[in-house]
């Protein structure tokens, strides 16, 4: 085979980007199934996979900068000029295609997509192209984002931005799986899937505690004794909450249907806020209720 740095035309300090790159523009160019109509494109296309299959590899490429190894992979020192007429023996017994077998690793390999790989056979895989790998990554995304099923941008270390469709009641950890939008195969065939790892973000209000949300509202210590109304947030908007006179702040109020996907409920725990840098009369009147009206919490 020819210089495989020649045959993908790039330089020798080529990075493996730039190496994936130059097959992906000439496998495209010399796909057989792209050009149907010219008998020499298959033996082009088989050269341009050969020679990535060599340079991709990063222990194959440094032996053959070393000159380990010649472009067809195969050790230097050995000839293997007669291997084509059933394993041609040299002197010594020594079978050149044993030799080649053992290098390789056996003479067919197992790759991805169930393909089988020649070494023999001029560098084309047999059987379908391997597919392309899977894309895996983490999306972020919020309550609100989830409670809606809403549809959120990703994007792709490429620059490539995708539109995630959620769907309805999507578990933290749940995989959405978009066919086609992984790693383009380095072998013709079809694209690998992206694969997309749920993560809620952490939210300025509420807790999850499985389907139901907690929240804590801050309420007046006038409002803890008198009662009231006051706003408390939901996935869905503000809604009133009626705080009963004398409430019992050790207890959540729960409002049914608010949590998430509204099959969980929103656990409100009230908690009393005092003015900011004290009040001269409400410390008079708790002294006085200190030293006239004692009492003790829960009983």
């Not at 490429?158 to 939008?181: D, H, T």
Request: charged share 25%; aromatic share 6%; glycine share 14%.
């Amino acid at each position: 085979m020819t210089d495989p740095y020649k045959v993908l035309k790039i330089n020798k300090s080529a990075t493996e980007k730039e190496v994936k790159s130059a097959f992906r523009k000439l496998a495209k160019a010399y796909h057989p199934d792209q050009n149907q109509d010219d008998p020499s494109a298959q033996a082009k296309f088989a050269e341009v996979n050969s020679a990535y299959e060599l340079l991709s590899n990063k222990e194959k490429r440094g032996q053959f900068d070393r000159g380990e190894i010649d472009a067809a992979g195969n050790p230097k020192g050995f000839d293997f000029s007669g291997m084509g007429g059933g394993g041609a023996r040299r002197a010594g017994g020594i079978n050149p295609e044993d030799i080649l077998k053992e290098f390789m690793g056996g003479a067919r390999g197992q790759r991805a997509g169930g393909a089988q790989w020649d070494p023999f056979g001029g560098g084309m895989p047999r059987g379908a192209p391997a597919k392309g790998k899977d894309f895996m990554a983490q999306v972020l995304v919020t309550l609100e984002q989830a409670h809606e099923a809403q549809t959120v941008p990703m994007k792709l270390t490429s620059g490539r931005v995708l539109q995630v469709q959620l769907p309805k009641n999507i578990e933290e950890g749940q995989q959405v799986r978009l066919a086609g939008q992984g790693q383009p195969s380095p072998t013709g065939g079809t694209p690998g899937d992206a694969v997309l790892s749920i993560k809620f973000k952490r939210h300025k209000h509420f807790r999850r505690d499985g389907k139901d949300l907690r929240v804590d509202v801050p309420i007046t210590l006038y409002d803890a004794v008198l009662g009231a109304k006051v706003r408390v947030p939901t996935l869905g908007g503000h809604v009133e909450l009626n705080i009963p006179p004398g409430v019992n702040t050790t207890k959540a109020l729960r409002l049914k249907g608010k949590g998430l996907y509204a099959k969980g409920d929103l656990l409100a725990s009230l908690r009393i806020v005092l003015p900011k840098g004290g009040d001269a009369d409400l410390e008079s009147l708790m002294r006085f209720w200190r030293e006239q009206k004692t009492y003790k919490p829960g009983e």
